[in-house]
């Protein structure tokens, strides 16, 4: 969804809210009550909500906590688990093809272009954001990656994604990787829920406010500042989780240097 100019500005928003503008969506209007009272919010769906600019002043004018977009459970979670490891040991990627079978609401909703579409783009954009082909062109400048979604109803929640990953390594030979995850929709993304409660509370008890990158380990498309490159490495995500909450705690932050060990 692009934006607008009533996204735009908090005063140019409010004043949309005031005429019923048709570019202000149910899910913006949560958030705006929220952040009006002071409540943290974190954004658990592909749309567009407090990732506007609009909501982000009204964030930093109430000095609340925010992040998001987009839950990261299933198949995106292993993409940021594997594609990782496929980076550091400079192992290239012909092609990456995923599918989903879901049959709870969440792949009724996504059954519907529209809906698809916005979730198409979060789970595609991950792997451009990881291995950056713009830097590594020979070895993921060329690749194919699509992604289906499929509703199937006697499949309730038990969401199942296939991938098949063609990959390639010293002198060009080629390899396959195949993954199949069989499972529950609701199980992955309910500690997701608890432990978001509990940090953007902390957040806000410490003092933070704004958009929280550290808690982008949690998401398909983590919010940052619009100056900074969104970080989708799940090891590297988890690693700021880590040093924010040791910096809140007054703790040493983690450096993985290690060389204090040998040293004599």
């Not at 609009?54 to 594997?82: H, N, S, W, Y």
């Not at 109803?153 to 995850?181: A, C, T, V």
């Amino acid at each position: 969804m692009a934006l607008e100019d009533v996204h735009k500005t908090l005063h140019r928003f409010e004043q949309g809210l005031r005429e019923d503008h048709p570019a202000i969506t149910p899910s913006m209007i949560y958030a705006y009550a929220a952040l009006r009272c002071g409540v943290p919010f974190a954004n658990g769906a592909p749309n567009l909500s407090v990732d506007i600019p609009a909501l982000l002043e009204l964030a930093e004018q109430q000095r609340v906590p925010v992040c998001g977009k987009d839950f990261k459970t299933g198949q995106t979670l292993l993409k940021t688990i594997v594609a990782p490891g496929l980076k550091a040991r400079q192992l290239g990627l012909h092609g990456w093809f995923s599918t989903n079978i879901l049959g709870n609401r969440d792949g009724e909703v996504l059954d519907d272009p529209g809906s698809f579409r916005t979730k198409e783009h979060s789970k595609l954009s991950v792997l451009d954001h990881i291995l950056q082909p713009e830097r590594n062109e020979e070895l993921y400048g060329h690749y194919e990656h699509q992604v289906h979604i499929h509703y199937y109803k006697p499949r309730g929640d038990n969401k199942e994604g296939w991938d098949n990953i063609d990959i390639f390594g010293w002198l060009d030979y080629p390899m396959q990787i195949k993954i199949n995850f069989l499972c529950r929709d609701s199980i992955l993304a309910a500690p997701i829920v608890l432990d978001l409660v509990l940090f953007l509370d902390l957040a806000q008890r410490s003092g933070l406010y704004g958009i929280q990158e550290w808690l982008s380990f949690y998401f398909k498309s983590p919010m940052c500042a619009p100056f900074l490159y969104p970080e989708h490495d799940l090891f590297v995500q988890y690693t700021k989780l880590q040093n924010t909450l040791r910096y809140l705690m007054g703790e040493e932050q983690i450096t993985h240097l290690g060389i204090e060990y040998y040293q004599h």
